[in-house]
């Protein structure tokens, strides 16, 4: 979709979400078109238009409060008692004149402050399991890992001789805390109220300075700062299964225009704007800075920086400890806007053109797990058997035997700069009382990325080229999108109206992460290990390597990233048929069809 606030681009381009989101009193109108735009807008799908309250000659203000609380609300599904939660959001607003018929102010401000119990129910081991006694399971039969067939303890086929156990894959266990006192299920037996903390100042303010009768000048600015902390699903520990989890987010996000309407004649306007947005979000394990992964006697999983915190440890069947996948992840983006429409009415003709620059720069860093990734899956314990989800898993785990290891290393953020410019001219014509016809064609311009970190990988030659500015990217010079539609009045009573257009949703391949290829990107590990056998290498006691490897791109291993020789902007073929009969009075009868096909 396309977000707009008083006209200007209100779009984060990494991931293509709003930027800024003011509160429903602070709007004075808002207005949404979907499918078959006019030329003037670009990006497919909808686009919504917010527009932010002005200040009158008089004095105008209101204040509001919104609660919620656990004493409101019904019992969560999964909690034994009530449990504790508050949302406070309140604020105000006030709007007057600095100068009467000529200048106004406007002003919002919100506070938005969550307090929220979430009960998480997860899977632990038993205090026996912790001690390599799987006998709760019933008749299991433990293998010895790489020797396939062998029984581990012939005396005890459900239990690890003490002496086998792997002192850091003890420790690794030792951080799931016990059942629930009173729970004796194998299964969902630890149940935990996890503390959700969110707050968010937002301020918006519109200054309208009606400078002549010709001339109109407005401005606005806003900002939010929502802070948020995204519990661990287990006490003591950070652990859970969803992205983001057990992390503390730390956003800014500032919004900026200024916009001036010139009236050259009576039937031409000139408007021209100019906008800025910067959007910070900063998101880290919650233990950040910490080594803990190191403490357990994983060697080089915390290298300091980026790599601090618990390394990813996932046993089947059981919750995963460790901090999130993707995380950390700070983003310092800005968008500078630079735009001129010109509005022409000419007898019967209703004429619009103009054009419209941006300039974005990323800096983002962002890998997949700096502190290391390990995953027991049983097959080893299990004779690459069927793993009984609490059994062999978790034996694997005090065996100290991973199946999979991965760490990933980045040499900085990333930072990538792109541009894109649009020209359009719309024609609205009344070709006769009954029949309006809308004519439109607009042409749109995409730099590939560009930045001093920036790598493409040439699926021909199988080398990443790192030529400046672009990787050896090229232009898309083709992305021209006409639109067409009508208004046609059959009878007084029925109306029919179509239209369809091209579009290019450049923002779907603009978080194409060419900075994250080799050289700037490194794997320092990427295993599947064979269950056939157990290398000395492979146990979680031995880590990750003392230094991180370097790439050549011009021979690169592991993951590597491509937008091919062109940067090609997805484009998306929007088309709609609507039928409209009034049979009585205030009864309305509509039939429509809209279809929607892309092409990436």
Request: aromatic share 12%.
């Amino acid at each position: 979709n396309n977000f707009l606030l008083d006209g200007f681009d209100n779009n984060e381009f990494g991931n293509g979400t709003v930027v800024t989101q003011p509160p429903p009193d602070a709007i004075q109108e808002f207005r949404v078109e979907e499918n078959s735009m006019s030329a003037e807008f670009g990006r497919g799908g909808a686009m919504v238009n917010l527009q932010l309250r002005s200040g009158t000659n008089q004095i105008h203000g209101s204040a509001w409060e919104f609660i919620r609380n656990n004493h409101l609300d019904a019992l969560n599904y999964f909690a034994q008692q009530a449990t504790p939660f508050q949302r406070n959001q309140f604020g105000g607003q006030v709007g007057g004149p600095l100068k009467k018929d000529k200048i106004f102010l406007f002003g919002s401000i919100q506070r938005s402050d969550i307090r929220e119990s979430i009960p998480y129910v997860s899977t632990v081991p038993t205090l026996k399991m912790r001690s390599g006694d799987f006998s709760e399971l019933g008749n299991i039969t433990l293998y010895t890992p790489g020797q396939p067939g062998v029984v581990l303890n012939p005396a005890n086929p459900s239990q690890i001789p003490s002496g086998m156990i792997d002192k850091t894959g003890q420790n690794i266990v030792n951080l799931f805390p016990l059942p629930t006192p009173g729970n004796t299920n194998l299964t969902n037996n630890f149940v935990y109220n996890a503390k959700y903390k969110f707050d968010e100042t937002a301020f918006e303010t519109r200054f309208d300075y009606n400078l002549t009768d010709k001339d109109r000048i407005f401005a606005h600015y806003a900002i939010s700062t929502p802070v948020a902390t995204n519990p661990s699903w287990l006490p003591g520990v950070d652990a859970g299964n969803s992205s983001g989890v057990a992390s503390n987010l730390d956003d800014r996000i500032q919004n900026f225009g200024v916009d001036w309407t010139r009236l050259l004649r009576p039937n031409f306007i000139n408007d021209a704007r100019a906008g800025f947005i910067r959007y910070r979000d900063n998101t880290l394990p919650i233990d950040n800075g910490t080594d803990p992964s190191t403490a357990l006697g994983i060697p080089n999983a915390n290298r300091g920086g980026n790599s601090s915190g618990l390394a990813k440890i996932q046993i089947s069947g059981f919750q995963p400890l460790g901090d999130s996948l993707w995380v950390p992840e700070t983003i310092v983006e800005n968008v500078f806007q630079l735009a001129d429409t010109i509005s022409w009415t000419r007898g019967k003709q209703n004429l619009k053109f103009g054009a419209d620059f941006r300039r974005q720069q990323r800096n983002f860093f962002q890998q997949t797990a700096p502190s290391g990734w390990f995953q027991f899956s049983g097959n080893y314990s299990g004779n690459n058997g069927t793993p009984t989800p609490s059994a062999y898993p978790l034996a694997d785990a005090l065996l100290g035997v991973p199946q999979f290891a991965f760490q990933d290393h980045l040499n900085g953020s990333d930072p990538t700069r792109y541009w894109d410019i649009s020209e359009f001219v719309q024609d609205d014509i009344r070709v006769t009382p009954n029949l309006t016809l809308n004519m439109g064609l607009r042409y749109e311009l995409n730099s590939p990325a560009s930045g001093t970190k920036l790598g493409n990988f040439n699926q021909v030659t199988a080398v990443v080229d790192t030529t400046p500015p672009h990787g050896g990217v090229a232009f898309d010079k083709t992305n021209w999108a006409p639109r067409l539609g009508f208004a046609w009045t059959v009878r007084p009573r029925t109306v029919v109206r179509a239209a369809g257009g091209i579009f290019y949703a450049a923002e779907g391949n603009i978080f194409d992460d060419l900075g994250l290829n080799p050289p700037n990107l490194v794997i320092a590990l990427n295993r599947n290990y064979s269950t056939s056998q157990v290398l000395p290498t492979q146990y979680v006691s031995q880590g990750f390597q003392p230094s991180i490897p370097v790439v050549d791109p011009n021979n690169p291993s592991g993951t590597v990233r491509t937008t091919g020789p062109i940067r090609k902007i997805p484009r998306i073929y929007e088309w709609n048929l609507t039928i409209q009969r009034e049979v009585a009075s205030n009864w309305l009868l509509q039939v429509g069809y809209v279809g929607t096909k892309s092409y990436n």
